[in-house]
T-cell receptor
Framework: NAGVTQTPKFQVLKTGQSMTLQCAQD?????MYWYRQDPGMGLRLIYY???????DKGEVPNGYNVSRLNKREFSLRLESAAPSQTSVYFC?????????????FGQGTRLTVV | GDSVTQMEGPVTLSEEAFLTINCTYT??????LFWYVQYPGEGLQLLLK?????DKGSNKGFEATYRKETTSFHLEKGSVQVSDSAVYFC????????????FGDGTTLTVKP
């Protein structure tokens, strides 16, 4: 059972380049999330999708766009990367209608923008 | 809005020492509470959870009790091992926040032999 799969695991970009982080889950969850993790700042929500066809901004959406391609896949796009976007990015999924269920996380994408 | 405050780290302990990591929360609804663990180079994974007041979650020797009167969910383990070295996150999921989880900042635990 793969759970949540993120690609790529590592990426180095030059300032101004674009890229898309891919995420797929095989647990039939309705909701999916993108977080960034920075030292001393915990996890910050970038965007989320409560269900297929919907997306909403989280705490730190500036500089990012998302696409909920279908129920399984939720991608995060950086249109013009900046050094401030150097971070570890995590995708997660959960069952939004059941309040006591946990989130399941991918292994992360370590992004460096130079 | 919802918030989670965790004890600041890092925490360094000797093997077999007692561990407590404090966590308090603020929530508008009736939250479920979680502890997640993140091992080096990996994503977060659920360690334990509690879904209502006075519930105790437990796993791998770790325990936490949902205390509504003190809005707390402190993580404890009686005897830590080197393999417990990781980052620990307290989190809540509220029925009034569209199912989104709110995380604390994480506490880094290092256990020395």
């Amino acid at each position: 059972n793969a759970g949540v799969t993120q690609t790529p695991k590592f990426q180095v970009l030059k300032t101004g380049q674009s890229m898309t982080l891919q995420c797929a889950q095989d647990m039939n969850h309705n909701s999916m999330y993108w977080y960034r993790q920075d030292p001393g700042m915990g996890l910050r929500l970038i965007y989320y999708s409560a269900s297929e066809g919907t997306t909403d901004k989280g705490e730190v959406p500036n500089g990012y766009n998302v696409s909920r391609l279908n129920k399984r896949e939720f991608s995060l796009r950086l249109e013009s990367a900046a050094p401030s976007q150097t971070s570890v990015y995590f995708c997660a999924s959960s069952e939004i209608r059941i309040w006591n269920t946990e989130a399941f996380f991918g292994q992360g994408t370590r992004l460096t923008v130079v | 809005g919802d918030s989670v405050t965790q004890m600041e780290g890092p925490v360094t302990l000797s093997e077999e020492a007692f561990l407590t990591i404090n966590c308090t929360y603020t929530a508008t609804g009736y939250p479920s509470l979680f502890w997640y663990v993140q091992y080096p180079g990996e994503g977060l994974q659920l360690l334990l959870k509690a879904t209502k007041a006075d519930d105790k979650g437990s796993n791998k020797g770790f325990e936490a009790t949902y205390r509504k009167e003190t809005t707390s969910f402190h993580l404890e383990k009686g005897s830590v091992q080197v393999s417990d070295s990781a980052v620990y996150f307290c989190a809540l999921k509220s029925d009034t926040n569209a199912g989104k989880s709110t995380f604390g900042d994480g506490t880094t635990l290092t256990v020395k032999p």
